[in-house]
């Protein structure tokens, strides 16, 4: 760390070598995240609830860990989406239906991130539920006019803005990748069910994944590692030199139509690994994955119909017409609809992994655009593809829209490679960060 | 109700009768069950925690209830697997590390049951984390020295003693339909992921499916018009007379060998239906089936290994040893195979959905034989099936093994076919139960 360096500004594993040197303590880093919090909050608006008190009690507690009982994550400051449960804080899901309550239960991810020495720091802005696409309160920390993507707004928002390096969010169809294109910043939605989803509000059993926000791929791994994701195949040093990629435009009539700032970054990410010396092919799926979409969202209704009608019933007047409409099955889908869907899309997991096998990885759209201005958290339709199909991606950020905001592109490899991912991710992030044409400025 | 019939001896669906006629207050209904409670306790050891101050608070709060605001299940007493949240009480998972803790939260399930009127009655033994096949404390109420069969022990125990007239299960394996067989009383495995799962321990997203114990096919109806189950197709009458079933004996080396209380009772079902006017095919499943089993087995390891990590980070040395082997994957599984183990399944269901839609249902074994002596819960192999492949299972009570313990057989219909199959067994039932030789002595 320069002397220069404010402490709220380090990375995870910044932050982590300097506690571990002794040159920082827990508390005075908590201290320099709550200034920036401080200085921030009022624009930014990232938090559903921070509590100081809470945060500087915690740190001290760290602090008074003996070094060798300290866990790989000591120190580390994380703030989660308030669609999973917290012990120590309220989870109120932006719904109306739960505020201010405060369950005395930890999710199964934040356990496992406290007993590796992690500081849970705060409940970041959620749309309802993390399922619909309008609000929260949280804005785009590169220009408060803008969204910073949703469901897991103020994750997104608050590892953007260096409030916290780390963020909990959670990805049924593009929550948590889109946000990480909109702030600029690293997003890891791993390979579906890798990571303990217990205490995390309930969307779709088989979409809804946890996801892992940092402005580092070495935090992202550092995060994994606590995890335990292990691939099959043992680590082995990746160069995009000599590398084959896939690009997957999705310039198909199956898929929106990509912004102009999207298409610049696809071609340009092709044109920065060519040049470093990988080979891109362009890919189009084949015509069997044209469904896919349709049958996403198709299985989706029919799991939001099991999933709301606790909330349904407890308070209908209280929830967001669209959950109204699932439980409803406004959409009128049938039971037959539902299961073509889900075997569907079933017996497309595989398909899509041996299109990936050979390849280092896919390179593909986070989003349609910059983030869009308002209050609508923007299309999540390219993120779905791996949401549906249980693949892990990162969005890897580095390129620039028309007005100057973040573009991030996403990367992936097939299911349970999620470490070989973070490797390519690694390198490739280096020279997207590096070429792309966008800099972090906060 | 007969003036000599004890108020806890009533199904739900006459107990809701009793009290909507002004008959029966819940209060005096609540009084009767913890009457019976009090004289069966220390024999069967059906309960992790029951408060009967808390039961007649509840009560009496429904009481309070102007007729018109009643729901459905307006005092219907519910018994609670101890791995299923309740704001009110105790969650503990037959875990040292989860003594005396209590979240404040309900489950999906129990909100559901809690604002349709049910009295949430206490909690249930389950084995570990609903995760093991040994112990807990609950007994047999037919033999005491015998097992209720797991992991829904005291559900099924309470449920089949008259202590309550409907218990909450879960399966992973066979820890809903077993426990029914062994126990002598109704349980239904509804299709996966049709009620939600939230706020039930979880070990598995992919096969975990709450269960429900009732002592009529009525009361099953009762709960899955409340959880809203709804079939495509309309509903029409069921008569056994002309209907064409399949029995599934499971006779070839994949799979253990049944106990001849079993082979008796699939033999005296078969000539049931048949002396009936039904016709019955025996039904050998095709070699692509071969390896559900073992995909079975595969998927939860590789589940249990993600599930049981915040537990094992949090407190290793309680947890069983079988759940230190997941996390830690004593089995030495690889991705690949679970992957394939996991994509072979999903193949696998909508081939068993074509078979059953051949028939009327299919009725196969529920468990090996009657329940074993001892701690042990049982073999679950038989009912494995159908919770990997999704679909809705019921177990009919009816036989009688050579202790005279009571033998039962499942009965499954297509995934989302849960109406039909209740209608099925509602007319199967009255055969079993009349003529299938055992009659509940309690």
Redesign the interface.
Known sequence: MSPTTEPYSLTATEAVAEIKSGRLTVEKYAQSLLSRYESRDSTVHAWAYLNPELVLQEARKLDAIPPAERGPLHGVAIGVKDVI?TKDMPTQYNSPIYKDD????DA??V??LR??GALIYGKTHTTEFAATSVGPAARNPHDTTRTPGGSSSGSGAAVGDLQVPIGLGTQTIGSTIRPGSFNGIYALKPTW??????GQ??YS??FDTLGLYSRSVEDLRLLINV??L???EPGEHFSVKGAKFAVLKLKTPNWPEAGKGTKDALDLGVQLLTSHGAEVEELVLPDEFDDLTAWHLQVLSG?G???F???Y??AKDKLHESLVGH?ENSEKY???E??KAF?GL??L??KM?AILEKYAAIIAPSALDEAPVGNNTGNATFCGIWTALHQPVVNIPGFKGANGMPIGLSVIAP??RDQHLLRVCKEVGKIFEAEGGWKRSL
Request: proline letters at 6%.
């Open positions: 449960l405060h369950p005395q239960l199964g991810s356990i496992v007993k590796n069910n890798s990571i303990s989803r217990e509000k309930l059993l088989i995890f335990q292990q691939d099959d799991d119909r099991i999933a009608l606790p909330d019933y407890y439980v049938s039971r037959k539902q299961l075997d079933a017996a997991r595989p992994d299911r349970y």
